[in-house]
């Protein structure tokens, strides 16, 4: 499988174009002959999806404790040398607050502990860290994950009314922003989906 991401200028740096395969993060990749590789797109390994998977099944049972609190469920973690380091789900009912956003909950998480672990001076940026959301995030998610410099984000389902990471707006692949992430979509995306649709079935039977 192919995704659109940045990954492949950084992977061929690193010789894999030469070779056809090579390590990237740890993760071994082999480009087949017959595949046709372009600048930005990059080969998936089948270690990284089940990596992907894994995380984004902790993602999911984020989602799942915001469907149990009336939340709309969407859940994230954030992952650190393959190890999750914050996890958060919606609570913008709990906390009456429309900001309360997974993402932006699991962002300031993870921008703590990064901080803890690089010392004083450490700023909380999230180089290095991967986001793993259920739902595509919207822009003041979107624009969160540049700010940090977060380097991939990884999510399930397209957000087709708010999402900013290829629906309705590309922020963390606009090349006029100072960074830009790698993105992963469509993980998991049928639970996530499901998920949500189970979520606004139901309200819509309680308000009726
Ligand atoms: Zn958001």
Partial sequence: MLYPIELWPLAREEGISKKRQGHYNGIHLVVYGRMKIEPGFIMETTEQKNLHETFMREALKEAK?????????????????????????NQMELLHDPTAHAEMITITQAADYMHGQGGKDHRGSLEKVSLYATLEPCPMCASALVLTHCERLVFGAQDLKLGACGSLYDLARDTRLNHQLNVVPGVLELESRILMQEFFKNLRKEKR
């Fill in 65 to 89: 404790k915001a469907f149990q609190k009336g939340e709309v469920p969407v859940g994230a973690v954030a992952v650190f040398q393959n190890r999750i380091i914050a996890r958060g789900h």
